[in-house]
């Protein structure tokens, strides 16, 4: 059987409310040679049920956390090209061949990504995202570096993958984003596309702005992110928002 040219790898943990989002999205793509293997990190509702019906590359890791399902799926997937994905997020109909267009223009590229979006977000997110991504542009318009890559929005080569040894598995929130684009940057040259712009759930915001910023944000985030970096292993066990 030919091999799909391109693989979008979902990690999921419990997302049986959200995860049709994605996959019905994505099921409606304009590009259409590609597979879609989910990484379940040990689901107890119904989500690898639901997962079953839109593929057949379903697996199940019991235990794992996002960047070890992001490694393990990736390392299943048989596309050149991986787009990592989240079970949250809105893809618009021509954002994988969109993808493919920016690999097969440019040699050099080891990764992709963009911006985001939060739908239905609280108000006071709009200016904070306007703020930042209009920084990143920035950036990379007069620097050419990437500086952030939402792990829902990063293709890269499988090749590109393999030669930084995937995903820092012992990392949990971040790894798959910071450490890793880190990493692809070591593989070839990391583009930046402003559209199409995946939609993602507005769940992780509705916490309220300060307990975003110093609880999900500082405390969850990057101090975890950052200790995990330095002892070798996350010592902050956050829970997933759900």
């Not at 990592?84 to 920016?102: C, H, I, K, R, S």
């Not at 985001?116 to 709009?126: E, L, R």
């Not at 940057?185 to 583009?191: D, E, L, R």
């Amino acid at each position: 059987m030919k091999k799909p040219r391109l693989s979008v790898v979902i990690p999921t943990l419990q997302e049986e409310k959200y995860l049709k989002i994605a996959l019905d999205s994505l099921k409606k793509q304009t590009f259409k040679d590609f597979e879609i293997i989910i990484a379940d990190g040990g689901s107890k509702d119904k989500t690898v049920a639901i997962a079953k019906k839109y593929t057949d590359k379903v697996f199940v890791f019991d235990g794992a956390n996002v960047c070890l399902s992001r490694d393990k799926g990736t390392r299943l997937a048989e596309g050149d090209i991986i787009a990592g994905a989240d079970a949250d997020t809105f893809y618009p109909e021509n954002y994988l061949e969109t993808v493919l267009q920016v690999f097969d223009k440019n040699k050099d590229a080891s990764a992709m990504s963009g911006k985001i979006y939060f739908y239905n977000c609280p108000w006071w997110w709009k200016p904070v995202w306007w703020i930042f991504y209009s920084l990143f542009e920035a950036i990379y318009i007069f620097t050419g570096k990437v500086v952030y890559a939402p792990a829902l929005n990063l293709a890269f080569r499988k090749s590109a993958f393999l030669k930084v040894n995937g995903y820092n598995t012992k990392l949990d929130f971040g790894g798959d984003e910071i450490d890793f684009l880190m990493r692809l940057k070591q593989a070839g040259k990391i583009h930046y596309i402003t559209k199409p712009v995946p939609q993602t759930h507005s769940r992780r915001l509705k916490i309220g702005i300060s307990r975003y910023f110093f609880v999900q944000l500082l405390y969850n985030y990057w101090l975890n992110y950052l200790t995990a970096k330095i002892l070798g292993k996350a010592i902050i066990k956050a829970k997933p928002v759900r």
